[in-house]
């Protein structure tokens, strides 16, 4: 996957959005999920002091994360886990790949871990001749599909009940043509359970690690991380390192939040916290920084890293909604992946921040406060000194920058730009005119707002003189 | 091979130099409501069954009338012995693949989401109530509490190997956002909120 060539976000949407009916059925099912979040989100009287809470709780341990690595890493070792240390993704997948061939097991049960995904864990196994088998239901679609997770926690949010139907035919051999979700969905527990019984090694991610105590909380609605991890000899947990947060009581604030933002329920119906290995089995934790050091590093980025990954930016993101996860080209898509995805490769995903419209939605869902459109914004100045934007691109903000920063040249710049699009439409109102590509050009006022503005102030004034 | 140290390095130097105070909590979680009313309206809410009892007898009597006793039925209260088995906590955990029902009880319960919070000594093993196909749930109703927030005051450092709270039947909507019960683990849950 790594080494194809990425299509810009722009092109992959405009492919996206050729079949208007799909995408128009995208959008209405995101903002589905996006109003029971508003209604879960209502009902709790405390949310605003919730989300301020947890917000401070993440720029505690953002300015502490240091000492509470060390602190966790400590009390999972008392606790009997072993901590593993993965600088990027490559060792990640080495220290992965190691522990199972110690155990010399071929064969592996995963619960849904986006880290796994952001290292491309099931490609490096597969090259070493070990199969991975993704067990949350919709991880398990998009891989049978070959796909990617579209999104982060609904991973087959782009497909139909009848795309599914037509892999599990394939893959399955259920009914052809019968699109039953029960049914459909009863298949895949069948075919999955023989998966759990057998697996010698589990591999899940981790919501939440408590630096006081050392144990980490898994979130599932399926139960198929304690399945896997219950049923076998050894756990694998993977995680980056910003999932530390200081005290077990803090859980009690993000676990509040994390399913209400992510998909309105109230809680997931399991919220396991793992401590200890069972008697005589193994338990791992991989910690990776892959990136994450360089964005703490970055001032006006690092706040990315309080994500607690509940997807809620991206249900409500017009742009997310309308061109489909997959146009991200990022393990992590919507508002938060166009954040951290710079972060990991600049030139491979520059036009990612320029994903948005930045109209704040994002911002104002998010459970820890994350300053989302405000990053995005800063990420597109970045990438444009930096020279990473294309061409046409990079003038047009460059210009706009000077155009901005000079109110004479402003004025002027009003001014013509004015009379160009009353007298020779032509000019703007064409293919080199990216802005013209997907809009009507709006009417052509017959002031400016600054002209209509001196002149009214001035008659206001003479009107309130008079009285 | 040491990453450790590298990774520590460069997250002190990267880290704010403004420490953040940690924020309050006792702030939270004062919110009031019925409890008992909101944990049933909730449990309901996911596809859970909330069912009220007095006592034993009637937990039993209502496992007769609703489950099929010839099928394996695994607990681990010595009170539920005459319907299930108890003889089961130290066999392979993949000998309980054919589990109809695992009745075990659970610390307390959380009003707000109806979440019942379970650690592996009450649970016999830790799959338990994850490979049966249905789970049925002991609660006093007096050790039902608002919110998350006296959850974790009543969890404390309570020591356990491992402990999840249990909110309603497994569930997935992966498939169009159809919720469909039972995904991989239990396909109902009952609450038997007890006197
Ligand atoms: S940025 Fe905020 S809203 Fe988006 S996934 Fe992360 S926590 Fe959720």
Redesign the interface.
Known sequence: MSSEKTIPHSEAAAKFNKDVERVNWHDE?LW??RAKRDKSAHQ???WE??R??AS??K??V?????DY??EFEANAQR?GIIVH???DAK?HNEIVHSIMAKHDVKQMVKSKSMLTEECHLNDYLAEKGIEVID????EY?VQLRKEPPSHIV????H???ED?SETFHEHLGTEKGNFN??Y???SA?QS??NT??TRKVALTGVNFAVAE?GEFVVCT????A??G???ADVHIACMG?EKLI?K??????F??LLARSA?G??????????????DGKEMHIV?V?NGR??Q??R?DF?NSLKCIRCGACMNTCPVYRRSGGHSYHNAVAGPIGSILAPNLDMSKNADLPFASTLCGSCTNVCPVKIDIHDQLYKWRQVLVKEGHTPKAKTIAMKTMATVLANPTVFNIAGKSGRFVMKNIPGMVNNKMNKWYDQREMPDVPEESFREWYKKNSRESKAKRDEQ | M???G???K??????????????N?N?????QFDVLETYKT?LK??GGDPVEVANYDEIINYIKSNYNLEKRLITTLPELSEIASLDWKTVD??SL?DVELTVIKAHFG?A????LWVTDDILG???AP??AQYLAIIVHKKDLVP???Q???R?G?ME???????????????????L?L?????RGLIVFLLD
């Open positions: 099912t589905f999920v709790i009287e405390d002091l919730l301020e809470t401070q709780i720029f505690n953002l300015s502490n994360i240091h690595l060390v606790n240390w993965a600088a060792e067990s949350d239901l919709g679609i609904l991973p087959a949010i497909l139909k009940k599914v979700p029960q459909l969905t009863e527990r999955l359970r759990f019984l105590t609605n399926e139960g198929n304690d399945m991890a219950h049923l390192f200081p077990r009581e803090h859980l009690g604030v676990l509040r998909t329920q109230p809680i997931t119906t399991f919220s396991s916290h793992f401590k200890k290995p069972r910690i920084d050091s360089t703490l590093g001032e690092r | 040491s990453s450790k590298e990774i520590l460069r997250i002190k130097l990267n880290q704010p130099d403004l420490v953040s105070e940690l924020p909590l702030l939270l979680g004062s919110e909730v809410g996911i955990p993949h693949q959380v707000e989401n109806s979440g093993q830790r799959v994850f490979i919110t998350m927030q959850a974790y005051q969890i450092n356990y190997g491992f402990g999840t709270f249990i909110a309603g039947p497994s569930k997935t909507a992966d498939i169009e956002q159809s469909v039972g995904a991989h683990g239990a």
